[in-house]
């Protein structure tokens, strides 16, 4: 503010001067010689002067108070300019012509990648997501939480069909022949248990066999059934093609027709997965999960030395050199930035007009005038200025083509 009216004293001292030399020229002009190119020039400076000093004046108020019309256009159009401002920056600064080009020139994805490769930035960024989910953790109410597990768990999953599921399920693992290794395994340590448990099953034998029965007896029978099950039991476990296995096959092909057939199955299926899923315990395990949850977030992620922290930190610094290394990727990620940048242009490009839009029309007019000339006052006492020594130059040529041509 100060330097703006230092600059309107030094545009007012001119044209003072220009007065005050028209002044002395007029007088002295009558004695001849060059006054009269003195007083020409000074003349046309007061008039260049004047004149441009109106028109800076007419700017931001009425010149000398007298309404004349067109005058104080700031404060009358404040209004008017605050929307031509909006519209001019939402049109030249924010249309996606001019930030697509500048953030796709800028390499976006090759900054991000180094920054992220950094240990130190993925630090930051890894602290910053501890933050961010401890906050967002602590805002949720626990009730909240087991709602959201309950909608996203197990009201979802009593919506499922779930005999067509099991039916699935089921269908995958015969096609994948994975079953197989379920026989294998009961088949291998049915063995084993035969092998190693030999006196258990005898003494089992003899507590059901009646008490007339002779122990010789027993001891054969025992030996007889032993080696039977025994061989049966190995021929399931190391032939693939046992007609147990065969057994097994047929019953769950059948068991998959009738989970997707056969209606009272699918009720009795249906029924018993609501009742579990409607079990306190189900209920207390998803609340526990979500406690859990909560707990894991706000202790680990925000540890500086905790295995998840670390990992995350890893995981950003990998990514970070991914976005490095891989030029598709990085491609990728500028697309995306480029869009996302368009994309937050775009919305923001009305909401930026509207403020300044709005900002501009709650000002008052003169305070709205006063702040334009505090910013670009001192540059228009310069039009002044120059209006004053142009006008003084234009005034002697003229008197001096007048005088010596014409």
Request: charged share 25%; proline share 3%; aromatic share 4%.
């Given at each position: 503010?100060?330097?703006?009216?230092a600059?309107?004293?030094?545009?007012?001292?001119?044209?003072?001067?220009?007065?005050?030399?028209?002044v002395?020229?007029?007088?002295?002009e009558?004695?001849?010689?060059?006054?009269?190119?003195?007083?020409?020039?000074?003349?046309?400076?007061?008039?260049?002067?004047?004149?441009?000093?109106?028109?800076?004046?007419?700017?931001?108020?009425?010149?000398?108070?007298i309404?004349?019309?067109?005058?104080?256009?700031?404060?009358?159009?404040?209004?008017?300019?605050?929307?031509s401002?909006g519209?001019?920056?939402?049109?030249?600064?924010?249309?996606?012509?001019?930030?697509?080009?500048?953030?796709?020139?800028?390499?976006p994805?090759?900054?991000?990648?180094?920054?992220?490769?950094?240990?130190?930035?993925?630090?930051?960024?890894?602290?910053?997501?501890?933050?961010?989910?401890?906050?967002?953790?602590?805002?949720?109410?626990?009730?909240?939480?087991?709602?959201?597990?309950d909608?996203?768990?197990?009201?979802?999953?009593?919506r499922?069909?779930?005999?067509?599921?099991?039916?699935?399920?089921i269908e995958?693992?015969?096609?994948?022949?994975?079953?197989?290794?379920?026989?294998?395994?009961?088949?291998r340590?049915?063995?084993?248990?035969?092998?190693?448990?030999?006196?258990?099953?005898?003494?089992?034998?003899?507590?059901?066999?009646?008490?007339w029965?002779?122990?010789?007896?027993?001891?054969?029978?025992?030996?007889?059934?032993?080696?039977?099950?025994?061989?049966?039991?190995?021929?399931?476990?190391?032939d693939?093609?046992?007609?147990?296995?065969?057994?097994?096959?047929?019953?769950?092909?059948?068991?998959?027709?009738?989970?997707?057939?056969?209606?009272?199955?699918?009720?009795?299926?249906?029924?018993?997965?609501?009742?579990?899923l409607?079990?306190?315990?189900?209920?207390?395990?998803?609340?526990?999960?979500?406690?859990?949850?909560?707990?894991?977030?706000?202790?680990?992620?925000?540890?500086?030395?905790?295995?998840?922290?670390?990992?995350?930190e890893?995981?950003?610094?990998?990514?970070?050199?991914?976005?490095?290394?891989?030029?598709?990727?990085?491609?990728?990620?500028?697309?995306?930035?480029?869009?996302?940048?368009?994309?937050?242009?775009?919305?923001?490009?009305?909401?930026?007009?509207?403020?300044?839009?709005?900002?501009?029309?709650?000002?008052?007019g003169e305070?709205?005038?006063?702040?334009?000339?505090?910013?670009?006052?001192?540059?228009?006492?310069?039009?002044?200025?120059?209006?004053?020594?142009?006008?003084?130059?234009?005034?002697?040529?003229?008197?001096?083509?007048?005088?010596?041509?014409?």
């Amino acid at each position: 503010m100060n330097d703006v009216r230092a600059m309107k004293r030094r545009a007012t001292g001119l044209l003072v001067l220009a007065v005050v030399v028209y002044v002395i020229a007029r007088t002295l002009e009558a004695e001849g010689g060059a006054w009269g190119y003195v007083r020409a020039a000074a003349e046309a400076a007061m008039v260049g002067g004047l004149a441009d000093w109106f028109a800076v004046t007419a700017l931001f108020r009425h010149p000398l108070r007298i309404p004349i019309p067109h005058t104080a256009i700031i404060p009358k159009r404040k209004d008017a300019i605050g929307d031509s401002l909006g519209d001019f920056v939402q049109t030249n600064f924010l249309s996606a012509e001019v930030v697509a080009p500048r953030v796709e020139a800028a390499a976006p994805a090759e900054r991000l990648g180094s920054w992220l490769a950094n240990p130190d930035s993925a630090r930051s960024v890894a602290g910053q997501i501890g933050t961010s989910l401890s906050g967002v953790a602590e805002v949720l109410d626990d009730r909240q939480v087991q709602a959201a597990i309950d909608e996203v768990v197990v009201d979802r999953l009593s919506r499922l069909d779930a005999a067509n599921g099991i039916a699935t399920a089921i269908e995958a693992v015969t096609n994948g022949r994975h079953h197989e290794v379920l026989v294998d395994a009961l088949s291998r340590v049915t063995i084993e248990y035969l092998i190693h448990n030999q006196a258990t099953l005898r003494l089992m034998l003899g507590d059901e066999s009646p008490w007339w029965v002779p122990g010789a007896v027993d001891d054969a029978v025992f030996r007889r059934l032993h080696e039977a099950a025994y061989n049966v039991v190995s021929a399931i476990r190391y032939d693939q093609g046992h007609p147990a296995r065969d057994a097994l096959d047929r019953q769950l092909a059948s068991l998959v027709e009738r989970l997707r057939t056969d209606e009272v199955m699918r009720r009795k299926v249906a029924t018993a997965v609501a009742n579990i899923l409607d079990h306190p315990d189900v209920r207390q395990v998803s609340a526990t999960i979500g406690q859990e949850l909560k707990q894991f977030i706000v202790t680990e992620m925000n540890d500086p030395n905790s295995a998840a922290r670390v990992r995350v930190e890893q995981a950003i610094v990998e990514f970070g050199g991914r976005i490095r290394s891989d030029e598709n990727l990085r491609k990728s990620v500028d697309d995306w930035l480029v869009r996302a940048a368009v994309h937050v242009s775009d919305q923001l490009r009305p909401e930026v007009a509207g403020l300044i839009s709005s900002t501009v029309e709650r000002w008052d007019g003169e305070e709205t005038s006063d702040r334009i000339e505090q910013q670009i006052g001192r540059d228009l006492q310069f039009i002044r200025i120059n209006g004053t020594l142009v006008g003084g130059l234009a005034g002697l040529a003229i008197h001096a083509i007048g005088t010596n041509l014409l």
